[in-house]
Each structure stands twice: as structure tokens, then as C-alpha cells.
T-cell receptor, first 113, second 107 residues
Framework: NAGVMQNPRHLVRRRGQEARLRCSPM?????VYWYRQLPEEGLKFMVY????????ESGMPKERFSAEFPKEGPSILRIQQVVRGDSAAYFC???????????FGPGTRLTVL | GQSLEQPSEVTAVEGAIVQINCTYQ??????LSWYQQHDGGAPTFLSY????GLEETGRFSSFLSRSDSYGYLLLQELQMKDSASYFC????????FGQGTELSVKP
């Protein structure tokens, strides 16, 4: 059973460009979570999705950030008009339910030049 | 608000026992999880406590007291490879993480 997959592993963007981060959950997991980690800090919750639904987006910045988890295909975290402060590691996790253990992917390291 | 407190760093020697404490303030509490992270890599699940008491998994044990909003991770027979960051996290749908404890294991 493959683990949580994320791509790309590293992404470099210039200020003002768009970043798209992809996450494929573990087989059988329908709950997906996105977290952001700045250097030397803990992980901060961004958004929680089930298939085709956003359950909790209380950690998402109000502008430029969006997430989706379509019926088919991976979950996408989209950052429009990136700024240097968006540089961070973005981790995706999945679980079979909202009370079960979350398993993390390897992360996408976003660098904004 | 929701917050978790854990020590920022701990140092111990190989073969020793170390305890990493975590206190939390939160709503919507299902349980307390512990994750290990090496050099910014994928956080790896270690242990989960939904009920009061001790959970043991090999060299690692985790304890929870819901009445005290307190838990700890106990690492026994420390090995060099245990040098990593350890995070406690409150589970309530989403995970709310502490800032992490940097564990350094010395020879």
C-alpha cells in the first residue's frame, strides 16, 4: 500500500507566479489535510477536505490560497501570485476518518525568488 | 484559543531514557498524538492516546491525563538515530501541533 504522495518535491517560483501542489492520499483514505511548516517551527493546519468538499478551511489565508479535492484525481493546493513569505514546506496528510491517525506525505518545498 | 507547550530542546546520551512533556489548551479534543520528524522530512506517526493512561509501542511510550491537559512521550534505550524533532499534536479533526522538541542524542 503506497503512502501519501506529493509532487513536486521541490518547486521554485518567482514572485507573482502561481504554485500548484498535488497530494494523492493513501488508498482507502478519503480525508485530506494540508499543513504548512516554516523553518524551525511546527506544522500549521491550513485546510481539511473530503472528496469534493471543504470541511474546515480555518487555517487558510483569505486571499490567494485555495484547495480542492475532486472526485477523481489528487488534492490540489493552489497559491496565486506567490510572495516570498509563502516560501515553506507544505505537507499533506490523509486518514480514513476525522478521528483516525493522519499519515503524512514527504512534503513540497516551495521557494519563492 | 488552542495552544500546546513543549520544551524546545532536550539532550541525552545513548542508552538513556528521556521524557518529553506536552501541555495543551484546546477545544474539540479527541486525543493526543506524537510525531517524529527528521531534518524537515515527513512527520512520522509514533503514538496516540485517546484515553488516560500509558500506551507502549516498543521503545516508545506515551501517556495522557485528560484532567490535567497533559501528556508525555517516553523514549527508552536511546539510539543516535532518535535524534530528531518530536511534536505533540491535539487531534480534533485537524491536528494542532506544538512547536516541537529538538532531541539530541550524544554518544
Amino acid at each position: 500500500n503506497a503512502g501519501v504522495m506529493q509532487n513536486p518535491r521541490h518547486l521554485v517560483r518567482r514572485r507573482g507566479q502561481e504554485a500548484r501542489l498535488r497530494c494523492s492520499p493513501m488508498k482507502g483514505h478519503s480525508h485530506v489535510y494540508w499543513y504548512r511548516q516554516l523553518p524551525e517551527e511546527g506544522l500549521k493546519f491550513m485546510v481539511y477536505l473530503q472528496k469534493e468538499n471543504i470541511i474546515d478551511e480555518s487555517g487558510m489565508p483569505k486571499e490567494r490560497f485555495s484547495a480542492e479535492f475532486p472526485k477523481e484525481g489528487p488534492s490540489i493546493l493552489r497559491i496565486q501570485q506567490v510572495v516570498r513569505g509563502d516560501s515553506a514546506a507544505y505537507f499533506c496528510a490523509s486518514s480514513p476518518s476525522d478521528t483516525d491517525t493522519q499519515y503524512f506525505g514527504p512534503g513540497t518545498r516551495l521557494t519563492v525568488l | 484559543g488552542q495552544s500546546l507547550e513543549q520544551p524546545s530542546e532536550v539532550t541525552a546520551v545513548e542508552g538513556a531514557i528521556v521524557q518529553i512533556n506536552c501541555t495543551y489548551q484546546t477545544s474539540g479534543f479527541y486525543g493526543l498524538s506524537w510525531y517524529q520528524q527528521h531534518d524537515g522530512g515527513a512527520p512520522t506517526f509514533l503514538s496516540y492516546n485517546a484515553l488516560d493512561g500509558l500506551e507502549e509501542t516498543g521503545r516508545f511510550s506515551s501517556f495522557l491525563s485528560r484532567s490535567d491537559s497533559y501528556g508525555y512521550l517516553l523514549l527508552q534505550e536511546l539510539q543516535m538515530k532518535d535524534s530528531a524533532s518530536y511534536f505533540c499534536a491535539v487531534q480534533g479533526g485537524k491536528l494542532i501541533f506544538g512547536q516541537g522538541t529538538e532531541l539530541s542524542v550524544k554518544p
